[in-house]
Nanobody, 115 residues
């Protein structure tokens, strides 16, 4: 089983930046995909960025050009650099890893963008 621990959330003003980190422990498959997902208050969880073992990334339209997902494979760590933050980016951000055999979530980290 893979355990994920997120960090880096906090309170930031509109237009500011934050960098989230997700440290994974355990056996990571080369077929795994790691994702950052968020859950705004009172809304469904949505995944906003994903990266596979080879570094191929994918984003939802609402964060394209503002968020960047990256991974440090030797450190088993995934990052989410968030720039030009908006109030609608507020929510709990979760790290997720999926492969054919696992689907693990971290405990989440709160991001609050104030206007």
């Amino acid at each position: 089983q893979v355990q994920l621990v997120e960090s880096g959330g906090g309170l930031v003003q509109v237009g500011g930046s934050l960098r989230l980190s997700c440290a994974a422990s355990g056996s990571i498959s080369s077929t795994s995909v790691m994702r950052w997902c968020r859950q705004p208050p009172g809304k469904e969880r949505e995944c906003v960025a994903a990266i596979n073992w080879f570094g191929i990334t994918n984003y939802v339209d609402s964060v394209k050009g503002r968020f960047t997902i990256s991974r440090d494979t030797p450190k088993n760590t995934v990052y989410l650099q968030m720039n030009s933050l908006k109030p609608e980016d507020t929510g709990v951000y979760y790290c997720n890893i999926q492969s054919s055999s696992i689907n693990s979530w971290g405990q989440g980290t709160q991001v609050t963008v104030s206007s």
